[in-house]
């Protein structure tokens, strides 16, 4: 989205609004019983010699909690939009460590575990992500073009093909792999079998994504090649795809955060990725808690590099749209 150089005051500094936003998180409070949480524990010895004393320390607390929050929000809304968002995130993020910290963590353990799950379990998760990607890659591109062809058999595979496995919850895709091929006579292994669910998964629903990057080409561009004597591969090749990767980067890079993600069901069949080191090692010494959080954080910050890939290649590509 376009920044709007049309100069109005913020919505931040209005008071109608702060008086609406003060009210709704009092309410919320009242009615949430703050008063009775931690956070009305430490205001209680205060509230307790206002007015109604400890009948109305829920009110007071609710009170205390809506001022600090509207203020908060008017003195966020006075810096620019680079510090804003830096004070926001810091907020935000300060909220998240005081949740878990409230949890009475053992940090040892986990700085004992740390490097484990790291070098044996983010590795493992990488290296399935990186091959069912990679696969998922192709078939969305050979799903696509089928989809887009005038030949009816390849137009009922790719689409009976996107019609089952966006139709199928991929845990059962997982088990179906790993535990029907045996029924063929050949057995697969725990990894080969995840590559393989995770990547005919997810090519299904990147097969939508390109053939609709394909389709946003306008179509006289495709005539205008032909007619110079381009060959269907060549103008698709050359001519199509390198302008329609400009729209199907994005969202082939969500894909690949939510199949990292995903690969955590790929753990159900025994692949020694992440969440399953995550739930053996906090299983030996029950210590579930301080485990499922590593891996939350360790999903997240894998999640916020292939943020900042994604977030580059579509800079990248940008400036070569331009030009």
């Not at 053939?211 to 032909?226: D, V, Y």
């Not at 069949?269 to 739930?279: D, H, P, Q, Y």
């Not at 999640?303 to 977030?311: T, W």
Request: with cysteine; hydrophobic share 55%; proline share 3%.
């Amino acid at each position: 989205m376009y920044h709007d150089h049309v100069r109005r005051d913020k919505l931040t500094s209005k008071a109608w609004f702060l008086g609406v936003l003060a009210l709704v998180i009092m309410a919320v409070g009242v009615m949430g019983g703050v008063g009775h949480t931690s956070l009305g524990g430490l205001i209680a010895p205060i509230a307790g010699g206002l007015p109604g004393g400890e009948a109305l320390v829920n009110v007071w607390v609710a009170l205390a909690l809506a001022l600090f929050l509207t203020l908060n929000v008017y003195l966020l809304g006075q810096l620019g939009m680079r510090l804003q968002v830096a004070a926001v995130w810091l907020e935000v993020f300060s909220l998240f460590a005081l949740f878990f910290y409230s949890f009475d963590l053992s940090y040892s353990f986990i700085l004992g575990k740390l490097a484990f799950l790291v070098t044996q379990g983010v590795a493992t998760t990488l290296y399935i992500s990186a091959m069912s990607i990679a696969i998922a890659f192709v078939l969305a591109m050979v799903g696509a073009i089928a989809k887009l062809s005038d030949n009816g058999f390849a137009v009922a595979i790719a689409s009976f093909y996107t019609s089952f496995f966006r139709g199928v919850p991929l845990l059962i895709q997982i088990y179906l792999i790993y535990l029907g091929i045996p029924q063929l006579g050949y057995v697969i292994g725990a990894i080969p079998a995840g590559v393989a669910a995770l990547s005919l998964c997810y090519g299904a629903y990147m097969t939508e994504i390109f053939r609709a990057g394909i389709m946003s080409i306008p179509k006289g561009q495709w005539e205008a090649a032909r007619s110079l004597g381009f060959g269907p591969m060549r103008t698709l090749g050359m001519i199509i795809l390198p302008q329609s990767l400009r729209l199907i980067i994005p969202p082939t890079g969500n894909q690949f955060i939510a199949m990292l993600k995903d690969s955590s069901l790929v753990s159900v069949i025994g692949v020694w990725e992440l969440m399953f080191l995550a739930r053996t090692q906090g299983r030996e010494e029950f210590r579930h808690l301080e485990m499922l959080i590593t891996a939350a954080v360790l999903y997240w910050l894998l999640s916020i590099v292939l943020e900042r890939v994604q977030a580059h290649l579509e800079r990248r590509l940008a400036r070569a749209h331009q030009h």
